[in-house]
């Protein structure tokens, strides 16, 4: 594998270039690596596929938070929060999900309940009728991706989320086509066989060296031995 290759090729794609340096901006990059990498690229290489065999697809990017999480900006949309919002967590009391998420009924804001409510209509929509926007909900509707026209709905809260075009396609193609290339397989350079019997540096020669001493030494071994039966077998 091409190990150095491979270094390279993610640094120059994943370094804030104006302050290399700059630790906020080491966190947000290296986010975006693990998200291109793990959930990004292969959802986008899935789309593809599906559009190529011109299945419908919607698909949206979730940039909104929980805002009763009140959850630091550089974490505020991790990847699944969205399963509370489909569940319907700000309508339920906090009973019906585990302790460890410290789930709180009084927490839940109107934008958090707007949210919930669009999840689970969409959802059931897509069931239903295979569109989750059969109408507008809350005011949101999604788009049908096409080849060479990537809708998806981008969604920050019901108030204000927007249909885009083709989703970090630069980045999604680096690890779906690029990176590939350049993860290659370095053929090993053996030196010359005849080397083995001049330079006795490298292990094989070592071990080549050796094994010759030690068949040279038992075949003496043996000579001697024959020489000594004979000559006992005379007497």
């Known amino acids: ?33 693990m998200s291109d990498f ?29 805002e ?54 969409a959802y059931t929509d897509f069931a239903r009728w295979g569109n989750p926007s059969v109408q507008q909900i809350l005011g949101l509707h999604f788009e049908v991706a096409t080849q060479g026209s990537l809708k998806y709905l981008n969604l920050n809260t019901t108030y204000n989320s927007t249909v885009f075009l083709n989703y970090r396609q630069t980045e999604s193609a680096f690890w779906t086509w690029y990176l590939p290339t350049v993860v290659g397989i370095i053929v090993p350079t053996y030196p010359p066989f005849t080397e083995y019997w001049w ?5 094989l020669q070592i071990a080549f060296w050796t094994m010759s001493g030690t068949n040279l030494l038992l075949v003496v071994v043996v000579v001697i031995f024959c020489i000594l039966w004979r000559n006992a077998k005379r007497y």
């Open 38 to 66: 793990i959930y990004r690229a292969p959802v986008d290489h899935i789309i593809k596929l599906l559009v190529e065999q011109k299945v419908p697809v919607f698909f949206y990017v979730m940039n909104t938070t929980i």
């Open 199 to 203: 330079e006795p540096k490298e292990p």
């Open 1 to 33: 594998i091409n190990q150095d290759g491979i270094y390279r090729a993610i640094k120059y794609q994943y370094t804030y270039w104006p302050d290399p340096s700059n630790i906020t901006q080491i966190r947000e990059q290296y986010i975006n690596m």
């Open 68 to 121: 009763a999480f009140n959850y630091p900006q550089w974490r505020k949309a991790p990847h699944d929060i969205e399963h509370l919002l489909l569940t319907g967590a700000p309508f339920m009391d906090q009973e019906f999900f585990p302790e460890k998420l410290h789930l709180d009924k009084a927490a839940w804001t109107n934008n958090d309940r707007n949210m919930s409510h669009f999840f689970m209509k």
